[in-house]
């Protein structure tokens, strides 16, 4: 059933991350922000898959994704509109790391 989640995570979180690393800078070539998206939906499910193994409440397993996809989303943003530094992304993790 872990394989199922994180197939269902990655279908779902693909045309968001897409979309959303897309419309951030709405350039009018998307082969980079597809591969942002791709890669962002393929640790997404990583993640979905992982969290399916432990004993863990289906709320706090969903607020982890989320904070997954707050931190890849806004990474990927940044990176793209070439402002990502390493404060950003010490700042980024430090908010995973809290949650």
Known sequence: ???????????????????????????????????????????????????SFWLIDVPLASVMLAMGMYVILGLSQHDTEGRLFSRTIQEYLGFAGIV
């Open 1 to 51: 059933s872990g394989w199922v989640v994180g197939l269902l995570v990655f279908v779902v979180s693909l045309p968001i991350l897409w979309q959303g690393v897309w419309s951030y800078v709405a350039s009018t070539t998307i082969k980079r922000e597809f591969y942002y998206g791709l890669a962002g939906a393929v640790v997404l499910s990583e993640m979905a898959i992982a969290l």
